[in-house]
């Protein structure tokens, strides 16, 4: 455990893009015994489901799905520069407009939809730990939901 740890600390990422669908695949082609796999992410990445779907079928799988709060919906702060890590694609939006926070809001709520869809249909279970919250309550009610 404190080897993956270490690792997970000291590695170096060769580009900003995030993909799960290797991982996944790495792990339904190479992992030949079935086991249990966590998948710590935001899922915030590119679609996935394909892969998700295959993996669960040979392994079992758990997702813990990290998120912040602030991630949910806009402050109004006036105008506001944002960048998509993914691509370092800059834009401004003005978070006084409350069509601009209401649509944030509605995608966003669309998103988390489809992420919790897909991991039912998955059969994947997946608890969310938020980062200014307890992870021990979300991690103790998956364990005895298994």
Not at 9 to 19: I, K, V
Not at 33 to 50: E, G, Q, Y
Not at 55 to 76: F, M, N, Q, T
Not at 85 to 112: C, F, M, N, V
Request: aromatic share 10%; proline share 5%.
């Amino acid at each position: 455990m404190l080897r993956i740890i270490r690792e997970m600390l000291s590695y170096e990422p060769q580009s900003s893009g995030t993909s799960l669908q290797e991982p996944l695949r790495f792990l339904t082609n190479v992992i030949r015994k079935r086991c249990t796999a966590f998948v710590l992410s935001d899922f915030m990445a590119p679609p996935f489901f394909d892969p998700l779907r295959i993996a669960s079928g040979k392994h079992d799988i758990v997702a813990l799905r990290i998120s912040d709060r602030r991630e949910h919906w806009l402050p109004d702060v006036g105008f506001m520069k944002v960048t998509d890590p993914e691509t370092g694609l800059e834009s401004w939006i003005d978070t006084s407009s409350a069509r601009i926070r209401s649509e944030y809001a509605a995608q966003w709520q669309k998103h988390d939809e489809t992420i919790s869809n897909s991991f039912r249909s998955c059969g994947v279970d997946s608890a969310t730990i938020s980062t200014g919250g307890d992870y021990i309550k979300p991690l103790i009610s998956i364990f005895k939901h298994r």
